[in-house]
């Protein structure tokens, strides 16, 4: 199940919250020496799972570069150009329609003890 959501999570924390993500991942097997439970009912093993590799950098405007190997370990080199940032929120408007005072009021005072 995960591997499928993999694909796009990163991506969409980028977009969501307008910054660079880096999906970092190993590939491979990975074996502890004493064997442990998952917590699923299956008997104690000792692999702690495949990884699946595929790892990659997102723009917060959702662009992707292509993933590394599946199978092999890789290096990932990539630009990325910080004003997109700023691009991508200026295109979204956040900062001309937020209300700074009005939250940091609101937040003042939800914290408080009688808050209601």
């Given at each position: ?9 990163a ?12 999906a970092?991942?190993?590939?491979g ?6 064997e ?5 009912g299956k008997?104690?093993h000792?692999?702690f ?5 595929s790892s ?11 993933a590394?190997s599946?199978?092999r370990?890789?290096?990932?080199v990539?630009?990325?150009?910080l004003n ?5 929120n ?5 900062r001309m ?5 009005m939250?940091?009021r609101?937040l ?9």
């Amino acid at each position: 199940l995960s591997e499928a959501f993999w694909r796009i999570e990163a991506r969409c924390v980028a977009i969501a919250n307008t910054y660079f993500t880096v999906a970092i991942n190993r590939v491979g097997t990975e074996f502890f020496e004493n064997e442990f439970t998952s917590g699923d009912g299956k008997p104690a093993h000792k692999d702690f799972g495949h990884f699946y590799g595929s790892s990659y950098v997102t723009g917060p405007d959702g662009s992707r570069t292509p993933a590394l190997s599946r199978t092999r370990d890789g290096l990932l080199v990539t630009e990325m150009d910080l004003n997109l940032i700023r691009q991508v929120n200026d295109g979204w408007n956040f900062r001309m329609t937020q209300r700074l005072d009005m939250y940091a009021r609101e937040l003042s005072e939800a914290v408080k003890p009688y808050y209601k």
